[in-house]
T-cell receptor, first 115, second 116 residues
């Protein structure tokens, strides 16, 4: 079973609505990644954190998506104004360290449907 | 540019047999890390096995093993003695270099169906 906990498993939003997903990384993992997986099994990297600090993020994340990993609270990814194209599986992953040799461990994902 | 390609869309096998999946990658880095994950029907992505580019020996974990052919930029996954529960989508992924925060780059997956 996943040790990375993502909630909710499913969310349905209307266009223009906010959609918020949460992630509790595996214990002892200070690095968190968010990915979007579309229906064609394509993974898009969105943003990553080391503790509370953003390491990298793509343009899409900077504009309509907001994310944070506050101390002693779950990480979150929020879409400010949902669009149909945002319908996807949002995956959170965590790792022990920031370097590339560290394995990412994933949660079960939050499936967003925008109607 | 970094890229991971899985050309096999789906494979069907009978249980207790061996299945082999292909994956080729592109990178300019001399140091990189290769991973295989499987995604179950529930959506959960499970880490299976990894190969570090500087290691010559093929990695093996349980009934998973890798066929690492560095000159061909190829990292195949071999599953022996398949079980019904091995039915899943298998993803190959790569992380380049040893710099902080590099994202994992995925292929588009191979669906494996194991039948009785």
């Amino acid at each position: 079973n996943s040790k990375v906990i993502q909630t909710p498993r499913y969310l349905v939003k209307g266009q223009g609505q906010k959609a918020k997903m949460r992630c509790i990384p595996e214990k002892g993992h200070p690095v968190v990644f968010w990915y979007q997986q579309n229906k064609n099994n394509e993974f898009k990297f969105l943003i990553n954190f080391q503790n509370q600090e953003v390491l990298q993020q793509i343009d899409m994340t900077e504009k309509r998506f907001s994310a944070e990993c506050p101390s002693n609270s779950p990480c979150s990814l929020e879409i400010q104004s949902s669009e149909a194209g945002d319908s996807a599986l949002y995956l959170c992953a965590s790792s022990r360290g920031v370097t590339s040799g560290n394995t990412l461990y994933f949660g079960e994902g939050s499936r967003l449907i925008v109607v | 540019a970094q890229k991971v390609t899985q050309t096999q869309t789906s494979i069907s096998v009978v249980e207790k047999t061996t299945v082999t999946m292909d994956c080729v990658y592109e990178t300019r880095d001399s140091s990189y890390f290769l991973f295989w994950y499987k995604q179950t029907a529930s959506g959960e992505i499970v880490f299976l096995i990894r190969q570090d580019s500087y290691k010559k020996e093929n990695a093996t974990v349980g009934h998973y093993s890798l066929n690492f052919q560095k000159p061909k930029s190829s990292i195949g996954l071999i599953i022996t003695a398949t079980q019904i529960e091995d039915s899943a989508v298998y993803f190959c992924a790569m992380r380049e270099g040893d710099q902080g925060g590099r994202a994992l780059i995925f292929g588009t997956g191979t669906t494996v169906s194991v039948s009785p």
